[in-house]
């Protein structure tokens, strides 16, 4: 069973910082994307940020500028740093990674168990 592992959600104040954190155990296989949605009250799972294997990184409107998406390949682990953060920001925050065990098989999907970030005005 893979389990993903997210840390660094909390309570900040508008303006601030916050770097949330994604370990997958190096059973998870060779990875082929990693990325953070994020899911406000009442609301639908939204994407915020993507990073493919081949390194290339991709950023919702709403957070380009602010948000920067990273890996640590020896730890398998992926980053998202939060600055200049806003109410609007506020929401559960959700790790995703694509992985596949078996090189040619389709690629899995893993979800991490959520983080809350609450930004305050």
């Known amino acids: 069973q893979v389990q993903l592992v997210e840390s660094g959600g909390g309570l900040v104040q508008a303006g601030g910082s916050l770097k949330l954190s994604c370990a997958a155990p190096g059973s998870i296989g060779a990875i082929a994307s990693m990325a953070w949605y994020r899911q406000a009250p009442g609301t639908q799972r939204e994407w915020v940020a993507s990073r493919v294997s081949g390194g290339a990184m991709n950023y919702a409107d709403s957070v380009k500028g602010r948000f920067a998406i990273s890996r640590d390949n020896t730890q398998n682990t992926v980053y998202l740093q939060m600055n200049n953060l806003k109410p609007e920001d506020t929401a559960v925050y959700y790790c995703?990674?694509?992985?596949?065990?078996?090189?040619?098989?389709?690629?899995?999907?893993?979800w991490g168990q959520g983080t809350q970030v609450t930004v305050s005005s």
């Open positions: 995703n990674i694509q992985a596949r065990r078996t090189p040619g098989r389709p690629a899995t999907d893993y």
